[in-house]
C-alpha cells in the first residue's frame, strides 16, 4: 500500500531530524541530481523525440505516468554521459527551491550547463553560493524575462522545477505563475510541431498543485518525473494533480515508515493489498459460502449490460450469480453465460443499475431495484428481503436513491453521472466541474449519501469515511463502453465473498472496492496489451489476473 504524507505529516516527520542535524536537504539533492543525471544520459543514448519521451514516462505495460510508483532510491551522484548537457533550474524562495540550487551544483560539477532563474529576491542562500561556486549560471530576479526564460528551456536538457514544494499556498503567484503559464504554453506548441522539448523533472511535488487535495488550481509545469522527498504526498496520486507528476519516484532520504500518518487518509493499492482482498475459496467452501452475487441490470433496450455485468461476476469467481431482469436481458445473459440462475432467491451481494435508464421505461427492472435498495438500506424487514447486503449502486439505480445509504453500498458513477447525483442533491455542477475537482466531489457524495463512493476516471479515486484511494492503473484504452459494467460484476463478487466482513466493518468497503478497481485495470492493461480493448476482453482476461495477483 501507498501512504501519502500531507505536508504538515511530512514537516512533522523532518523536524526532529532538522533538529538533530540530519542533512535532508543534501540528501535530497543527491537524489535529485542523480536522478537527472541518468534521465540526461539515457535520453541522450536513445534520442529525444516526443516519441521517445512519451515512451520513457510509460511502463513496458503500458501503464500511464501517475500510476508508475517506483520503489525508494538510496542517495548519492555518480558521474555519466551528461557532460556538456544543458540545465535549468527553476528556483523559488523556499527550501524546494533550495533543493534544486544544491542539485545543480551537483550537475555542474559533473560537467553540465547549468542556470539557474531565481523567482525571489531572496533565495536559499547557501544552496544559491553551492551553484556559483560550482561554475553555475544565475538570472536574479531583477534580470528575469519571460521569454528569456522560455527560450533557455527550450534549450535544455533538462529542468528541475523547484519554484515551490510542500510549501505551497494556492495557485502559483508572479512571477512563478506567469513563467509557468508562458512554460506550458511553449510545451504546446513544441508538441504540435514536434520540436524538442527538455525532460522535466518536478523537485518534490510539481510547482503548484494542491499537495493535500490533489488540485490544480493555477498553471502547473507538467512533470515527466517527479522524484518526491520521503514519501508520496496526497496530490502526487490524486486528480487531477497526479496527471502532471508524471512518473512519481519516491528518494529515501531517511524520515523513516515509523513518522509517517497514523491514520492515512490518501492511498494507492497494490497487487499485494488487492490480493489480501481476495477470499480464496477453501476446502470446505461451496457456492454459497463463497457469495452469491444478485444481478439487476440490462433492459430491453440496454441488455448488453446485463451480459457485461453478468461476466464480470462470474469471471472473477462468483459462487453463484442470480441475474433478474425480463427475459429479453435474461435470454442473453444464460446465452452467453450458462452458469447463471435467473431464479430469486438469498444473495450476499446486489449489483444494481447498469443498463436501466433512469426513464422509467422499464418498471419490472425500476421495482427490482426499489426492492434490493430496501434490503440494503435496511428499511424493510429482513424476512422480506433476505437481510441488509452490499451493494454496487450503477447508472440508472443511482437516480432510484430515497434513503441515506450505509457504507457497504458503493455507488460507481463517472463524472457525469456524479454531476447528475449531485445535482439531485442540490448542488449547481456540471461534469466539467466534477472533471476539475474529482475528489473534492466524490467527497461530498460519500458525506451526503453515507455511501462509499467509486468515481471513475483516468485515476479512480474511492472515497469511504476517512479515507480516499486513488489508483491509476488502467490503461486509457479502458475507456470504452461496457468496461464500467464488467467493474460492476466484479466488485459484486469481491463484495458477496467479503459480505460476512464488510457487514461486521463497513470500512472494510472501500478496501474492496480499491481491489476490485486494482483487478479491473490490470486486467484491462493484459487484454490491451498496449492497443484496443473490448469490455467483454476485459472480463475474459480476470481470472488470469486474479491467479497472478495471488501467486506473487
Ligand atoms: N521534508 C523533507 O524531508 C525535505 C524537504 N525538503 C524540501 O523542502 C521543501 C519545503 O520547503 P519550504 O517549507 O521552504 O517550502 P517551499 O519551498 O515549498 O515553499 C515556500 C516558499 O514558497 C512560497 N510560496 C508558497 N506558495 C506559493 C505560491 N502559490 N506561489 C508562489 N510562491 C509560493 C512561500 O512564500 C515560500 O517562500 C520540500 O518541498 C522539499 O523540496 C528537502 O530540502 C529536504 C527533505
Ligand atoms: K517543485
Known amino acids: ?59 513496458s505495460d503500458g501503464v500511464p505516468g501517475p500510476g508508475r510508483v517506483r520503489p525508494p532510491r538510496r542517495h548519492g551522484v555518480s558521474r555519466n ?13 523556499g527550501n524546494n527551491g533550495g533543493d534544486a540550487l544544491f542539485a545543480g551544483a551537483h550537475l555542474a560539477r559533473s560537467g553540465m550547463r547549468v542556470t539557474a532563474f531565481l523567482v525571489a529576491s531572496a533565495v536559499h542562500a547557501e544552496g544559491l553560493a ?63 510541431t514536434g520540436a524538442p522539448w527538455p525532460w522535466v523533472i518536478a523537485v518534490d511535488v510539481p510547482s503548484g498543485i494542491g499537495v493535500d487535495d490533489g488540485s490544480v488550481p493555477g498553471p502547473v509545469l507538467p512533470a515527466d518525473r517527479t522524484l518526491t522527498f520521503g514519501a508520496h504526498k496526497p496530490g502526487l496520486l490524486l486528480p487531477p494533480a497526479a496527471h502532471v507528476a508524471g512518473v512519481v519516484e519516491v528518494a529515501d532520504v531517511g524520515l523513516g515508515a515509523a513518522q509517517g500518518p497514523q491514520v492515512p487518509g490518501t492511498l494507492r493499492m497494490e497487487e499485494a493489498d488487492a490480493a489480501a482482498v481476495l477470499r480464496v475459496p477453501g476446502v470446505r467452501d461451496h457456492k454459497y459460502t463463497r457469495g452469491v452475487v444478485g ?85 424493510l424487514d429482513a424476512e422480506v428481503t433476505g437481510g441488509v447486503v452490499p451493494a454496487v449502486i450503477d447508472a440508472g439505480a443511482m437516480a432510484m436513491l430515497e434513503h441515506r445509504l450505509p457504507e457497504i453500498a458503493v455507488l460507481t ?50 472515497v469511504g ?19 464500467g459494467d464488467v467493474l460492476a460484476g466484479l466488485l459484486g463478487t469481491l463484495l458477496a465473498a467479503r459480505a460476512d466482513d464488510v457487514l461486521a466493518d463497513p470500512s472494510l468497503t472501500s478496501r474492496v472496492a480499491a481491489a476490485a478497481v486494482v483487478l479491473h485495470g490490470r486486467a484491462g492493461a493484459l487484454a490491451s496489451g498496449g492497443g484496443p480493448v473490448s469490455a467483454t476482453d476485459v472480463a475474459d482476461a480476470l481470472p488470469r489476473v486474479i491467479a497472478d495477483v495471488l501467486a506473487r
Open 295 to 379: 444481478v439487476v441490470a440490462g433492459t430491453e433496450k440496454y441488455p448488453g449490460a446485463g451480459v457485461l455485468v453478468a461476466a464480470g461476476a462470474v469471471r472473477s469467481g462468483a459462487g453463484m450469480v442470480r441475474a433478474l431482469g425480463p427475459t429479453t436481458v435474461t435470454d442473453r445473459i444464460l446465452t452467453r453465460h450458462p452458469e447463471v440462475v435467473t431464479a430469486g432467491g438469498r444473495v450476499q451481494s446486489w449489483v444494481l443499475g447498469p443498463g436501466i435508464p433512469s426513464d422509467g421505461s422499464d418498471a419490472g427492472q425500476d421495482r427490482r431495484v426499489y426492492g434490493a435498495l430496501a434490503a440494503v438500506t435496511g428499511v
Open 413 to 462: 458513477p463517472h463524472a457525469g453521472e456524479l454531476a447528475e447525483l449531485m445535482r439531485g442533491l442540490g448542488h449547481e455542477v456540471d461534469r466539467a466541474d466534477i472533471e476539475a475537482e474529482p475528489v473534492r466531489w466524490a467527497r461530498a457524495a460519500q458525506r451526503a449519501t453515507g455511501a462509499t463512493v467509486l468515481l471513475k476516471g483516468a485515476v479512480t479515486v474511492i
Open 130 to 192: 553551492a551553484l556559483e561556486a560550482a561554475g553555475g549560471e544565475v538570472i536574479a530576479r531583477s534580470e528575469l524575462r519571460v521569454p528569456v526564460v522560455v527560450e533557455q528551456v527550450a534549450a535544455a536538457d533538462v529542468v528541475l522545477d523547484g519554484l515551490v514544494g510542500v510549501g505551497s499556498r494556492g495557485a502559483l503567484r508572479p512571477p512563478s505563475g506567469g513563467i509557468v503559464r508562458a512554460l506550458v504554453e511553449s510545451r504546446a506548441a513544441a508538441e504540435a
Open 81 to 93: 554521459a551528461a557532460h556538456g548537457a544543458r540545465a535549468v533550474l527553476l528556483v523559488g524562495a
Open 1 to 59: 500500500m501507498i501512504e501519502a504524507w500531507t505536508a504538515d505529516e511530512i514537516r512533522a516527520a523532518e523536524k526532529p531530524l532538522l533538529d538533530a542535524g540530519t542533512p535532508l536537504m543534501d540528501r535530497a539533492a543527491r537524489a535529485l541530481a542523480r536522478t537527472a543525471l541518468a534521465d540526461v544520459a539515457r535520453r541522450r543514448s536513445a534520442g529525444s523525440s516526443p516519441r521517445l519521451r512519451l515512451a520513457g514516462a510509460l511502463g
Open 465 to 483: 469515511s476517512g479515507v480516499t484511494f486513488a489508483q491509476a492503473e488502467a490503461p486509457a484504452w479502458l475507456a470504452t463502453a461496457g468496461a
